[in-house]
Every structure is written in structure tokens, then in C-alpha cells.
């Protein structure tokens, strides 16, 4: 399947207007929502009230939670056409295989968390984009090694996302504002493809 440069480009800029649209379902959540230390899966909860799910000793009550949920798959849709593409513009090896694999994983999580959000089943909702966004590092990193232009813009990136992801898993042992820097994880990737999608990389 091959996937034309302006529906490549399309796509990752379709990714990056989630920032967009969810101010949206922040505004119009019913209890007071922190844009800084909640999840963005809080928005995709489908009841409300406190402890909504087990890491959530808060209040949650978003009216428009199926439309956000919507959002979730649509992102991730749009974010696994965004790495599709960049990878049918490199060398067909094994290792490219493996990094797509590991950034589609990403892609998944998405996709997972809007099917079942995260007050029906919190494993589910979470291990996929969890493990996501661990493989993200790897396949960044094996891109990197791959791409005939763009590899210093990968490292850099690469870089950001390491150190996001170290203060993420701190965040049991000291207050964090989790919820910007997930937002600041998934900004990161969504830029870093838009810009390369832009680029010429073909091999």
C-alpha cells in the first residue's frame, strides 16, 4: 500500500489538531479538570463522580466522554497512517520493520484507550500506550540510524522523550504535573512526524 506524500503530510497534521479539539472537553467538563496533573484519559471517563477508576481520587464528570473517546481511535488512525508513511520512504530492511512496529505500538494505544476507557478497564486502557510509549524511544532511536536526513531533529526529539518519560516514572515518589507532560510526550512525536513528513526522506 502506498501512501501519496500530501495524505502522509495530512494525516500527521490531522494528529497534531488533537491540541486543537481538546480544550473542548476541557471546557465543557462539568467538575473542575487540571490540564497540568490529570490524564488525558480522564476526559474518555464514562461516569462521574470520585475514585472513577483506581489512580483517579478526584471528581470526573465529562458529559462528551464518547465523543473523546472518538477522538482517541481517530488520533491514533491518523498517527499509524503519519508512521506508515515516513517508513514506505526508507530502505526496506529489518530494522526499519521493527522500528515501525515499535511507533505503531503508540499509534495502538490510542486507539485501545478509546475502545475502553479507562474507568472499565484500566489495565487494558493503559498497558498498550504504556508499552507504546516505551518502544517509541527504541524505534526514535533505530529511525535515527536509518533516516538520510532528519536524524539530528530524531536525536533531539529522541532526547525530549527520554527525559519526559524518566519524570513520568517518577511520579509516584514526587508530585509531578503528569498530565503536561503526557501531553508534552505525545506533542513531541506528533511534531517530530510532521516535520519529517514535510522533508524529503526518500531512500
Known amino acids: 500500500m502506498y501512501i501519496p506524500k500530501k495524505i502522509g503530510v495530512l494525516s ?3 494528529t497534531c489538531c488533537y491540541f486543537l479539539i481538546e480544550p473542548f472537553f476541557i471546557y465543557t467538563s462539568l467538575v473542575p479538570y487540571s490540564f497540568l496533573y490529570q490524564a488525558m484519559s480522564d476526559l474518555g471517563v464514562t461516569s462521574c463522580g470520585e475514585y472513577t477508576y483506581s489512580l483517579a481520587p478526584y471528581t470526573i464528570c465529562s458529559p462528551f466522554h464518547l465523543w473523546m473517546n472518538v477522538l482517541f481511535i481517530i488520533n491514533g488512525l491518523t498517527l499509524a497512517i503519519g508512521i506508515l508513511y515516513l517508513a514506505q520512504n526508507l530502505a526496506k530492511t529489518k ?3 521493527l522500528a515501525t512496529i515499535f511507533l505503531l505500538l503508540l499509534a495502538l494505544g490510542n486507539i485501545v484507550s478509546g475502545f475502553i476507557p479507562a ?3 484500566l489495565f487494558w486502557h493503559s498497558i498498550v500506550a504504556q508499552v507504546g510509549m516505551i ?3 527504541a ?4 529511525y535515527a540510524k536509518l533516516l ?6 530524531t536525536l533531539i526529539c529522541l532526547t525530549i522523550l527520554f527525559m519526559i518519560l524518566l519524570l513520568i516514572m517518577f511520579v509516584f515518589f514526587f508530585p ?4 503536561l507532560l ?3 510526550f505525545y506533542f513531541v512525536i506528533f511534531i517530530w512526524g510532521t516535520v519529517l513528513a514535510f522533508w524529503d526522506i526518500k531512500q
Open 182 to 184: 503526557q501531553r508534552l
Open 135 to 137: 518502544t517509541t524511544l
Open 119 to 121: 474507568d472499565i478497564n
Open 176 to 179: 509531578m504535573p503528569v498530565g
Open 12 to 14: 500527521w497534521f490531522a
Open 148 to 153: 538520510p536526513i532528519g536524524r539530528k531533529w
Open 95 to 97: 530494522m526499519r520493520h
Open 139 to 142: 524505534g526514535l532511536w533505530i
